[in-house]
């Protein structure tokens, strides 16, 4: 993480009539992006501060403002200086989705989610926790389809898919793994991707957030239903299948999501939308399994590039995905899942 100018952030902040104030940093991310609270009289802000020599602001502009116009509950933004990096935007909170869940663990119920009931014995989140917000979730993707996507933005085609699952390869096995996949075993691994890539339903293309998780999805308590949901970290949003943000709720990398859960929400997703059920479910497997892949060459090369080591801990969860989507005896995945039982 790059740390803040202070002389700068004044500046910037100066020129939005924010003198007197007190600053906290509040959070940083798997990017070069950080979050600085500013707290103003009885007011909150959040700063967000991207550097401009390692990150470009402007499609998270974009991204919010598409989202804000369409009445999703992205932040508002206040101001921004794309040259220093810094962008202004409406506090939130720090009710993410992630951390009521886990406080609901602990504490056996948490007034933010109503109609809990949970196991101290397994330490597990009971479904009728889980099962309002991440309806709420879905309903923000249900209606989030049905509008228009952005015309300019990159498509999630062959060949970005395979650029992802290829993380897996290039960071993952040398690194954590100790193997090298030969140039034969490479392009069967293309192969074989290609094969799938090529069964995804090209149709009904949506925005696709694609980091559509517990961790970036905060609770509005003076908003309703899907606007409830406050919505972060979507400036690598793409034109793609409406089933990949479902497999990034449902098959989170950095918590369990209840079984049940998953399958209720699933299921709203189809019989709330007109969309082709087999088609969809078709897609969100194959989704699913590239998702999980590149998520796992992604940890690894957060942990030894950007040292990062803490995301390693995060593997057991997603290489377990993985393993129970190839071992389902599915008849799509019989190449692929004979080919990864050497490297996953």
Same mark, same amino acid.
């Given at each position: 993480?790059?740390?803040?100018?202070?002389?700068?952030?004044?500046?910037?902040?100066?020129?939005?009539?924010? !003198?007197?104030?007190?600053?906290?940093?509040?959070? #940083?991310?798997?990017?070069?992006?950080?979050?600085?609270?500013?707290?103003? #009289?009885?007011?909150?802000?959040?700063?967000?501060?991207?550097?401009?020599?390692?990150?470009?602001?402007?499609?998270?502009?974009?991204?919010?403002?598409?989202?804000?116009?369409?009445?999703?509950?992205?932040?508002?933004?206040?101001?921004?200086?794309?040259?220093?990096?810094?962008?202004?935007?409406?506090?939130?909170?720090?009710?993410?989705?992630?951390?009521?869940?886990?406080?609901?663990?602990?504490?056996?119920?948490?007034?933010?989610?109503?109609?809990?009931?949970?196991?101290?014995?397994?330490?597990?989140?009971?479904?009728?926790?889980?099962?309002?917000?991440?309806?709420?979730?879905c309903d923000v993707l249900i209606e989030l389809?049905?509008?228009?996507?952005?015309?300019?933005?990159?498509?999630?085609?062959?060949?970005?898919?395979?650029?992802?699952?290829?993380?897996?390869?290039?960071?993952?096995?040398?690194?954590?793994?100790?193997?090298?996949?030969?140039?034969?075993?490479?392009?069967?691994?293309?192969?074989?991707?290609?094969?799938?890539?090529?069964?995804?339903?090209?149709?009904?293309?949506?925005?696709?957030?694609?980091?559509?998780?517990? *961790?970036?999805?905060?609770?509005?308590?003076?908003?309703?239903?899907?606007?409830?949901?406050?919505?972060? *970290?979507?400036?690598?949003?793409?034109? #793609?299948?409406?089933?990949?943000?479902?497999?990034?709720?449902?098959?989170?990398?950095?918590?369990?999501?209840?079984?049940?859960?998953?399958?209720?929400?699933?299921?709203?997703?189809?019989?709330?939308?007109?969309?082709?059920?087999?088609?969809?479910?078709?897609?969100?497997?194959?989704?699913?399994?590239?998702?999980? !892949?590149?998520?796992?060459?992604?940890?690894?090369?957060?942990? !030894?590039?950007?040292?990062?080591?803490?995301?390693?801990?995060?593997?057991?969860?997603?290489?377990?995905?993985?393993?129970?989507?190839?071992?389902?005896?599915?008849?799509?995945?019989?190449?692929?899942?004979?080919?990864?039982?050497?490297?996953?």
């Open positions: 993480m790059i740390p803040l100018d202070k002389i700068k952030a004044k500046s910037f902040l100066a020129q939005n009539n924010l !003198i007197n104030y007190e600053i906290k940093m509040v959070a #940083g991310d798997a990017s070069f992006r950080s979050y600085y609270r500013i707290f103003c #009289g009885a007011k909150t802000f959040i700063l967000m501060f991207a550097p401009p020599s390692y990150e470009n602001i402007h499609p998270f502009i974009n991204i919010d403002k598409f989202l804000v116009e369409h009445g999703f509950s992205a932040p508002k933004i206040f101001a921004v200086d794309a040259n220093e990096g810094f962008i202004l935007l409406e506090d939130f909170g720090d009710d993410s989705y992630g951390r009521v869940l886990a406080k609901d663990i602990i504490s056996g119920g948490n007034s933010l989610v109503k109609n809990t009931e949970f196991s101290r014995a397994t330490g597990d989140i009971n479904s009728a926790t889980e099962i309002p917000l991440y309806k709420n979730a389809h049905k509008v228009a996507p952005p015309h300019d933005l990159e498509v999630y085609n062959h060949a970005l898919l395979f650029r992802e699952v290829m993380l897996l390869v290039d960071w993952y096995l040398p690194h954590v793994k100790k193997i090298t996949m030969t140039l034969q075993e490479k392009a069967r691994f293309k192969h074989l991707w290609f094969e799938l890539f090529d069964a995804l339903n090209r149709e009904n293309q949506v925005l696709v957030l694609r980091d559509y998780h517990a *961790d970036n999805l905060m609770i509005l308590q003076n908003r309703l239903g899907y606007k409830s949901v406050g919505l972060l *970290d979507f400036q690598d949003a793409v034109i #793609g299948s409406p089933a990949y943000d479902l497999v990034s709720l449902l098959e989170d990398a950095r918590r369990d999501v209840n079984e049940k859960t998953r399958e209720e929400i699933f299921a709203h997703y189809l019989y709330t939308t007109s969309i082709d059920k087999s088609s969809f479910a078709r897609d969100y497997k194959i989704l699913s399994l590239q998702r999980n !892949i590149k998520i796992i060459g992604i940890f690894a090369r957060l942990a !030894i590039r950007d040292s990062k080591p803490s995301y390693l801990n995060l593997l057991p969860r997603v290489i377990n995905l993985v393993k129970i989507r190839l071992a389902a005896k599915d008849q799509l995945f019989a190449e692929i899942s004979l080919f990864l039982q050497k490297f996953i």
